[in-house]
Nanobody, 118 residues
Framework: QVQLVESGGGLGQPGGSLRLSCAAS????????MGWFRQAPGKERDFVAS????????NYADSVQGRFTISRDRARDTVYLQMNNLKSEDTAVYYCYAGIRGSDARLWGQGSQVTVSS
């Protein structure tokens, strides 16, 4: 069993920055990939960023490339999403997710609201 707990987010201004955290606990050794999706009101949940725990570079959606950075703290099994140069279209609920070895299913965090407004 793996649990994902998110923190961070909130209200940010256009051009400003926010950071999200996602702490994994439980049998974290079975996690193969971690990252973030987001869902704006009335829209589908879209991919934001991810990385594979086995190595390789991170992946980003075109819409956040160059503005968002995904990183991890291996010792704490925590993933971060640093969001810079925020835009109003970044307003959404952000969900941390984990892929599990031997399964096509994703595990999800509880969701964190990010609102970008002046």
């Amino acid at each position: 069993q793996v649990q994902l707990v998110e923190s961070g987010g909130g209200l940010g201004q256009p051009g400003g920055s926010l950071r999200l955290s996602c702490a994994a606990s439980g049998h974290t050794g079975i996690i193969t990939v971690m990252g973030w999706f987001r869902q704006a009101p009335g829209k589908e949940r879209d991919f934001v960023a991810s990385f594979r725990r086995s190595g390789g570079g991170p992946n980003y959606a075109d819409s956040v490339q160059g503005r968002f950075t995904i990183s991890r703290d291996r010792a704490r099994d925590t993933v971060y999403l640093q969001m810079n140069n925020l835009k109003s279209e970044d307003t959404a609920v952000y969900y941390c997710y984990a892929g599990i070895r031997g399964s096509d299913a994703r595990l999800w965090g509880q969701g964190s609201q990010v609102t970008v407004s002046s």
